[in-house]
Nanobody, 121 residues
């Protein structure tokens, strides 16, 4: 089994910064892409950023230039650095990863439990 545990959320004023972390643990043969999503109250979950095993990145238009996704492959950990935060960034942030637990099993998506980010105006 694979667990993803997020940390680093909290309350911050508009214009401030936070860094989220998500560590994967368990039976891991290989992690392919890793992602950060968020879900605001009353809204659908949206993809915020992604990073491949080759460290290519993609971002939602709403966070480009403010958020940076990175990963430490040796530690099976993905980060999201969030700068110039806005009240509209308030949401529960979730990480997920495409993981092979053994060479035979193929890739499967695993999700963390989420961490709350609240940006006050």
């Amino acid at each position: 089994q694979v667990q993803l545990v997020e940390s680093g959320g909290g309350l911050v004023q508009a214009g401030g910064s936070l860094r989220l972390s998500c560590a994967a643990s368990g039976t891991i043969f290989r992690i392919n892409a890793m992602y950060w999503h968020r879900q605001a109250p009353g809204k659908q979950r949206e993809l915020v950023a992604s990073i491949t095993s080759g460290t290519s990145t993609n971002y939602a238009d709403s966070v480009k230039g403010r958020f940076t996704i990175s990963r430490d492959i040796a530690k099976d950990t993905v980060y999201l650095r969030m700068n110039s935060l806005k009240p509209e960034d308030t949401a529960v942030y979730y990480c997920n990863a495409d993981v092979e637990t053994t060479p035979k099993n193929g890739l499967r998506a695993y999700w963390g439990q989420g961490t709350q980010v609240t940006v006050s105006s």
